[in-house]
C-alpha cells in the first residue's frame, strides 16, 4: 500500500450515532479521496481534497463532511449515522503530477451501522 | 466484461492460461484509464493505465488495450497464476477530472 493507513479498520455503531473515520498519508499528495463500495456499484465519490483546508463534494456527499486540517490527514465524518450508510470506505491519494491521475488506495475501513 | 448488476461478471481460467478482462466505458471525452485489482478484504491496487492517445500499452505480465472508437478498455494477462484471483475493474477519468470506477469482474484462477 502507497504509504496510506486507514482508521478504525472496522466499526459497528448504532443509528444516529456520529461517525468519524480517519485517513493518513505519508506520501505528502495533494489530493485525498474519501469512496464507498457497495455490492453492485463501483467505488463511488463521496467528498474528495486538493489541498489543506480545500474540499469539495462527490457523487454520494450527502450525510457526509470531511475535514482536511493538515496534508496528511483526511477525516470522514458521518454526524448522524444511518443504516444506508453501511458500506465499505477507502481512501485515495493522488499527486497529479501532470502525466496521470492515478489514485492509490488505503486497505479500507468496515462500517456498520445498526 | 463491467456491469453494474447485483451480481459481478465472473471469469474462470486454467493457471498458466491467459486471461481476458473487459471494460466497456461511457465517456467519449475520457482520457486516461486504469485498471486495478483488488483482492478480499483489501483495497484496490493499482495494475496499470493508458491514456487515450495510445491503443496499447504494456507491464509485466499485463497488456491494457484501448478501443476508443467503441468505447472498450481490455487487460490480459498473461500465464494467470493462483495470486492473480481476484476482482478487476476499470476507471476511467473524464473531463470532470474525477475517475469513474465499473463494478469489476471476478477472476477465480483453477489448479
Known amino acids: 500500500d502507497a504509504g496510506i493507513t486507514q482508521s478504525p479498520r472496522h466499526k459497528v455503531t448504532e443509528t444516529g450515532t456520529p461517525v468519524t473515520l480517519r485517513c493518513h498519508q505519508t506520501?505528502?499528495?495533494?489530493?485525498m479521496y474519501w469512496y464507498r463500495q457497495d455490492p453492485g456499484h463501483g467505488l463511488r465519490l463521496i467528498h474528495y481534497s486538493y489541498g489543506v483546508k480545500d474540499t469539495d463534494k462527490g457523487e454520494v456527499s450527502d450525510g457526509y463532511s470531511v475535514s482536511r486540517s493538515k496534508t496528511e490527514d483526511f477525516l470522514l465524518t458521518l454526524e448522524s449515522a444511518t443504516s444506508s450508510q453501511t458500506s465499505v470506505y477507502f481512501c485515495?491519494?493522488?499527486?497529479?503530477?501532470?502525466?496521470?491521475?492515478?489514485?492509490?488506495f488505503g486497505p479500507g475501513t468496515r462500517l456498520t451501522v445498526l | 466484461g463491467e456491469s453494474v448488476g447485483l451480481h459481478l461478471p465472473t471469469l474462470s481460467v486454467q493457471e498458466g492460461d491467459n486471461s481476458i478482462i473487459n471494460c466497456a466505458y461511457s465517456?467519449?471525452?475520457?482520457?486516461?484509464f486504469i485498471w486495478y485489482k483488488q483482492e478480499s478484504g483489501k483495497g484496490p491496487q493499482f495494475i496499470i493505465d493508458i491514456r487515450s492517445n495510445m491503443d496499447k500499452r504494456q507491464g509485466q505480465r499485463v497488456t491494457v488495450l484501448l478501443n476508443k472508437t467503441v468505447k472498450h478498455l481490455s487487460l490480459q494477462i498473461a500465464a494467470t497464476q493462483p495470486g492473480d484471483s481476484a476482482v478487476y475493474f476499470c476507471?476511467?477519468?473524464?473531463?470532470?477530472?474525477?475517475?469513474?470506477f465499473g463494478s469489476g469482474t471476478q477472476l477465480t484462477v483453477l489448479p
Open positions: 476507471a476511467e477519468k473524464g473531463s470532470a477530472r474525477q475517475l469513474t
Open positions: 485515495a491519494i493522488s499527486d497529479r503530477s501532470g502525466r496521470t491521475d492515478t489514485q492509490y
Open positions: 506520501e505528502n499528495h495533494r489530493y
Open positions: 465517456n467519449s471525452a475520457s482520457d486516461y
